[in-house]
T-cell receptor, first 116, second 112 residues
């Protein structure tokens, strides 16, 4: 169990550019979540995958945001035409619906996005 | 928007003292979870309490849940400097949804 990993850890981009983040969940976990966290706030849910199917999406996930999880393994979160308001920490988490703790989410270290 | 609100927003105590944090939420839940976040280890799951449970213990942690008042509390006993972190409650709604909604957090400082 190597934990959830996210890449890159930091991303600085200019307004209007597209960015893509990657999340590698714990290998046996079939559920994957994306959250966004701004300074002084708790994480806000963006979207959730069960295997490769995207089952829930927040209204926070505008048309500029898209997430994929091909083959039910790693996931990518793309933000198109970035805006300064997109600056935040983007967190990925994974969990398993099997075992004794189906609701326990394991979080990655996050990708900090700064839009200039 | 945040479903849970933690109280207090910030708490400073001496090492060895107990720390109590409260969380209030708005809608019916399936379970409530507490997480800790610090710069060194990121966001870590601490404990989960289901809607049909009233109290749960894990090491120095004690969580209570009052569904009639839509509130929960987290008690950390015999605090240590390493407990310094932000603590968040997170609620999972009834109905099989997997979305977890985090509160605004309590920032705890334990002074050695």
């Amino acid at each position: 169990d190597t934990g959830v990993s996210q890449n890159p850890r930091h991303k600085i981009t200019k307004r209007g550019q597209n960015v893509t983040f990657r999340c590698d969940p714990i290998s046996e976990h079939n559920r994957l979540y994306w959250y966004r966290q701004t300074l002084g706030q708790g994480p806000e849910f963006l979207t959730y995958f069960q295997n490769e199917a995207q089952l829930e999406k927040s209204r926070l996930l505008s048309d500029r945001f898209s997430a994929e999880r091909p083959k039910g393994s790693f996931s990518t979160l793309e933000i198109q035409r970035t805006e300064q308001g997109d600056s935040a920490m983007y967190l990925c988490a994974s969990s398993s619906d099997r075992g004794s703790k189906p609701h326990e989410q394991y979080f990655g270290p996050g990708t900090r996005l700064t839009v200039t | 928007s945040q479903q849970g609100e933690e109280d207090p927003q910030a708490l400073s105590i001496q090492e060895g003292e107990n720390a109590t944090m409260n969380c209030s939420y708005k809608t019916s839940i399936n379970n409530l979870q507490w997480y800790r976040q610090n710069s060194g280890r990121g966001l870590v799951h601490l404990i989960l309490i289901r809607s049909n449970e009233r109290e749960k213990h894990s090491g120095r942690l004690r969580v209570t849940l009052d569904t009639s008042k839509k509130s929960s509390s987290l008690l950390i006993t015999a605090s240590r400097a390493a407990d310094t972190a932000s603590y968040f409650c997170a609620t999972a709604l009834s109905g099989g949804y997997q979305k977890v909604t985090f509160g605004t957090g309590t920032k705890l400082q334990v002074i050695p």
